[in-house]
């Protein structure tokens, strides 16, 4: 018994798997529960790695400067009453100013503007269903007018090219004066002229 276990020694232990020596004859045998573990844990943390990189969020667009050069700008059309004077629209204002104080904490140029009666309007032939006095949120920040669009719905996009923004902001006239709607609401509506701190 003694010489066999004299005979049975351990030659060495190569990724995990012991080579076993007995009477002249090498046995593999498996792997120990170290190895094992270790070869899970490896597996497990390749396997976030992967998955980390496969749902790392897309890179932002550039912000584009809207008073350096002639930018492309964008375009949202409707009668001035819909932006201004409709009750089921109330929320564009509280929504343009979280905006704008966003803009301000991080030192952005303001990039969106109301513009009554664009003198630009004219050159586009699917501008004449929208009903006048019209006016136009612009901006130069393509995927936020997307957004836009969505949300408001019953308004004209137009892609409006590379213009100055003295150029894409140039008024023709004033805001009208509004009727009083009917106002259900629990809360006060905004005051008139709110969107005097959005035009240029």
Same mark, same amino acid.
Do not use: N
């Given at each position: 018994m003694k010489a066999v276990m004299m005979e049975r020694t351990v030659s060495k $232990?190569?990724?995990? @798997?012991?080579?076993?020596?007995?009477?002249? $004859?090498?046995?593999? @045998?498996?792997?120990s529960s170290m190895g094992i573990e270790n070869s899970l844990i490896n597996g497990v943390r390749q396997g976030r790695m992967v998955s980390m990189q496969a749902k790392k969020a897309p890179e932002l667009p550039p912000v584009v400067s809207p008073t350096q050069g002639e930018p492309e700008w964008y375009a949202l059309v409707a009668r001035a009453e819909f932006f201004f004077n409709d009750v089921q629209n109330e929320a564009l204002a509280e929504q343009l100013r979280e905006l704008k104080r966003y803009y301000e904490e991080n030192r952005r140029e303001q990039d969106f503007f109301f513009v009554c009666e664009p003198e630009w309007l004219d050159k586009f032939p699917e501008a004449k269903?929208?009903?006048?006095?019209?006016?136009?949120?612009v901006s130069t920040d393509k995927e936020w007018m997307v957004f836009m669009k969505l949300r408001l719905e019953r308004v004209l996009?137009?892609?409006l090219g590379n213009m100055s923004i003295d150029a894409a902001t140039k008024s023709t006239a004033k805001v009208p004066e509004f009727e009083p709607q009917e106002w259900n609401a629990p809360y006060t509506p905004y005051a008139k002229g709110?969107?005097?701190?959005?035009?240029?």
């Open positions: $232990v190569t990724c995990g @798997v012991t080579s076993v020596s007995h009477r002249g $004859v090498h046995h593999r @045998v498996a792997r269903s929208v009903k006048r006095p019209a006016v136009a949120l996009k137009l892609d709110w969107w005097e701190v959005f035009m240029r």
